[in-house]
């Protein structure tokens, strides 16, 4: 991810995925240790960004969260600078976003 400037300093990237309902997903976040001010969410058609599903941030305790999918459906992901401020003070910012299958659950 890189720094853009002005209005899109907080844009970073975001991608569509589709989650079966019935499957248990683990979103993990991974950056290195200087780089903690970007954050990963998951939302979709109901939930915008500033009111996702769940989301971590690389100061967690912990970096990742599960998501137990009740809908199939296309939701997004975003990796995104935490806050404007930060965007604005790194020249460079990388992280990785890992998308991992725990298991099936009844739904």
């Known amino acids: ?3 853009h400037k002005g209005d899109e ?3 970073g990237e975001e991608w569509d995925v589709y989650l079966m ?3 248990l997903y683990r979103f993990a976040l991974c950056c ?3 780089n903690k001010h970007v954050v990963m969410k998951l939302y ?3 939930l915008s960004e500033d009111t ?3 989301f971590v941030s690389a100061r967690s305790s ?3 969260f599960d998501f ?3 809908k199939s459906a296309v939701y997004k992901v975003s990796l995104r600078f935490e806050s404007k401020k930060e965007a604005e003070k790194e020249k460079e910012l990388s992280a990785i976003g890992i998308l991992g299958f725990i298991r099936k659950f009844k739904s």
């Open 1 to 3: 991810m890189t720094r």
């Open 9 to 11: 300093a907080l844009k």
């Open 21 to 23: 309902k019935g499957t």
């Open 32 to 34: 290195y240790s200087e």
């Open 44 to 46: 979709g058609d109901t």
């Open 52 to 54: 996702p599903y769940n």
């Open 62 to 64: 912990k970096p990742y």
């Open 68 to 70: 137990a999918c009740k």
